[in-house]
């Protein structure tokens, strides 16, 4: 890293300064339930079935909800819809930490807003990068969404060591385990009603400064590039939700019998690398190009993965996750650089609602077949099949896209 990497914070208004903020609240949030998430589930009864169908409802629920307010957010206001966002996620983690009932968790995961992966979901992502495409010229797109990237790999990483060190530490001074998770759910909803204070505060300024174009979905000219890229990245998002990071949890602990602090280290150390390759991708992407980066790193981030569960002790296991993480981002600040400069700029928060939504659709199912996977004892076959799943995707998105520009490309 150099100093000119920099340079984009000097544009940042107070408002792209809050956005950052925002975003690294609600990563840490999301990675402080991940880990925990899977364990308290089964902690109140679950069976992995039952885990598995819970987390596949959850990213329905996000998926649905998600549309409307990205594809209504340059209507009706950016503000609202994030301030609304927030209120879904304190709603899912009171009711998460109050009741047992499977038909009651249900609801709260179809219209509030859990992350069982640690990554970003609900509306949040969309409307925030549609705002920060406002702020910055295109070559300092990336740039800056690396960063954005980055600050998120951070605060999820931070939350995750804090998740599981807390549980340990609850545990160790004669805390039943259930009640040490439910002390961090209950954290979660806290820190939707922080997250709320702070969209409060943001000006005027984030909302679209164009003529909105009234349309279904929010789009006109893009609508075909858009759709077929929601197509491929929802097939990556299905081959990824064989792995949320709650599920990665639950197979090292049923694996090699790991403690939650110890947890808790592991996912930290994986998202800081996370976050670190997601920062080098936007100086390999001035090299050879946002599509390039995206695919050609990602093939052997994904053949890592496909060797994890084949490692024959856990600090292999740990090596290999970690060797992946460190590549495994470097195509998520290239994605969303790359859906913002396709489209028209009052597109963007559509754009970036819909291809979101489409992962989202993609990851749903998933959960599902991978507690079946573990119920049936295949505990490793989750993460073959995402890898090898991934590959294809890459595949496939370097052959459609690979002669579709963004401008700064052009020329």
């Not at 998460?96 to 992966?117: D, E, H, K, R, Y």
Request: one cysteine or more; aromatic letters at 10%.
């Amino acid at each position: 890293m150099n100093f000119s990497e920099l340079a984009f914070t000097r544009a940042l208004t107070a408002d792209g300064w809050l956005l950052f903020s925002t975003r690294a609240l609600r990563l840490f949030a999301y990675g402080f339930l991940s880990v925990i998430l899977a364990l308290y589930l089964a902690q109140i009864g679950l069976r992995e079935t039952e885990i598995g169908l819970l987390l596949t409802f959850t990213l329905i629920g996000d998926a649905a909800i998600s549309l409307w307010i990205t594809t209504s957010a340059d209507r009706i206001g950016r503000r609202k819809m994030l301030l609304l966002g927030a209120a879904l996620m304190i709603f899912a983690g009171i009711i998460f930490a109050l009741t047992q009932n499977i038909a009651l968790l249900i609801v709260a995961a179809i219209i509030g807003v859990i992350s069982p992966s640690g990554g970003e979901i609900g509306p949040f992502l969309s409307i925030e990068q549609a705002a920060l495409a406002q702020i910055l010229p295109d070559d300092q797109r990336t740039r800056v969404f690396a960063w954005y990237n980055l600050v998120g790999s951070f605060a999820t990483a931070t939350g995750a060591l804090c998740s599981g060190a807390l549980a340990q530490t609850l545990q160790a001074n004669g805390i039943a385990p259930l009640d040490s998770y439910r002390a961090i759910v209950l954290g979660y909803a806290m820190f939707g009603g922080a997250l709320a204070l702070m969209f409060a505060r943001l000006s005027s300024s984030v909302e679209t400064t164009r003529q909105i174009v009234t349309t279904k979905i929010g789009l006109h000219r893009s609508r075909g590039t858009v759709l077929k890229l929601s197509a491929l990245f929802a097939l990556d998002a299905f081959a990824g939700g064989f792995v949320v990071q709650s599920w990665l949890a639950y197979w090292f602990q049923i694996r090699f019998a790991i403690e939650p602090g110890i947890l808790g280290a592991i996912f930290f150390g994986a998202n800081i690398l996370a976050g670190i390759s997601a920062l080098s991708a936007a100086r390999i992407a001035a090299r050879v190009g946002l599509i390039n980066t995206m695919v050609w790193t990602h093939i052997p981030s994904n053949i890592l993965l496909i060797l994890v569960p084949l490692m024959p002790n856990a600090p292999l296991a740990i090596l290999v996750l970690l060797a992946r993480f460190s590549i495994s981002q470097m195509d998520v600040p290239t994605r969303q650089s790359y859906t913002m400069a396709v489209v028209a700029p009052d597109e963007r928060s559509a754009a970036s609602g819909i291809t979101t939504i489409a992962r989202s659709i993609g990851a749903a199912v998933s959960p599902s077949l991978a507690g079946l996977l573990f119920s049936a004892t295949l505990i490793s076959a989750p993460m073959i099949f995402s890898g090898a799943l991934k590959i294809v995707y890459d595949l496939a998105l370097w052959r459609s896209f690979r002669q579709h520009k963004p401008p700064e490309e052009k020329g």
